[in-house]
């Protein structure tokens, strides 16, 4: 990608995105359906769904049409906040990686374009690891018998944990030191992802849709404020250093959220608006 950015222009970049974007739509649209129409699943399946506290069929919870009471019911819940502000940290985070990371390389660890290109590589292959890895611990923990709430919460705290540690790369100058700790950063963001697990856990079954919403609004709102904080503090200390420590601090937030704010993983239930 830097190699045809630096050869063709970053315009090239956003057409090759968004045509892989179209690309991933038309087989979404076609081969995605609810549980309960998917003619490759079975009924055993879907009472093993069903069981589990999964809403297996949009169509049986009636969803209510949208209403501004719904809103405020479902920002006064304090388990949802917990929700609300690990998402937005585990976005800030990502972010970080999304905006800054290249740049970082380039202008503070004094590597050409083409060498960031392919250092960058590795923290973002290390984060999709972590997702699978994430996603497939919390499940087995839960096949084990392990509480719910602490099977979806192992993966994702330690996950923000090893997020945290972003801030070392600011005591070495050695590339593949550097980009070792981004990539157990990034790792651990991936790994933290399952957060969205716990969203589809707890979102009320007949507003699924608004409080989805709600979480990528906070979701949205870290992405944006992070690139603007990290950019204030670059232009007003010259260095990235605040910077990774924002992050870090960012993703040690959504640690105390999920610890403290985020009691049980179960469904929550709020009175019809």
């Known amino acids: 990608m830097d190699r045809g950015a630096a050869r063709h222009g970053w315009h090239t970049i956003f057409f090759i995105g968004g045509a892989l974007g179209l690309l991933f739509a038309v087989f979404w649209f076609k081969l995605y359906s609810e549980p309960g129409e998917n003619k490759w699943i079975n009924e055993a399946e879907l009472a093993y769904l069903r069981d589990g506290g999964a809403v297996t069929e949009l169509a049986q919870t009636k969803p209510e049409k949208f209403k501004w009471t719904t809103v405020r019911q479902l920002l006064g819940n304090r388990q949802l906040w917990g929700i609300y502000v690990a998402k937005f940290s585990l976005s800030s985070t990502l972010f970080f990686f999304f905006t800054w990371f290249p740049n970082y390389l380039v202008h503070e660890k004094h590597m050409d374009l083409i060498r960031a290109g392919l250092w960058a590589m590795l923290p973002f292959t290390a984060a999709m690891l972590g997702i699978i890895l994430g996603g497939f611990w919390s499940d ?7 509480d719910h709430s602490v099977a979806r919460k192992i993966p994702i705290v330690l996950g923000m944990l090893l997020c945290s540690i972003l801030f070392a790369a600011n005591y070495t100058s050695v590339p593949i030191v ?8 990034f790792f651990g963001q991936g790994m933290a992802g399952g957060l969205d697990s716990m969203v589809a856990d707890m979102a009320p079954a007949n507003h699924i849709g608004t409080t989805v919403g709600l979480c990528q609004f906070f979701a949205n709102f870290g992405g944006a404020v992070t690139p603007l904080v990290i950019g204030f503090i670059i232009q007003g200390t010259g260095s990235y250093s605040g910077g990774l ?12 959220a999920i610890l403290l704010i985020v009691r049980r993983v179960d469904r929550v239930h709020i009175a019809s608006a």
């Open 140 to 146: 087995a923990m839960s096949r084990r018998g392990i």
């Open 178 to 185: 550097v980009v070792g700790i981004m990539s157990l950063s």
């Open 245 to 256: 420590l924002y992050v870090s601090a960012a993703a040690l937030l959504g640690v105390l």
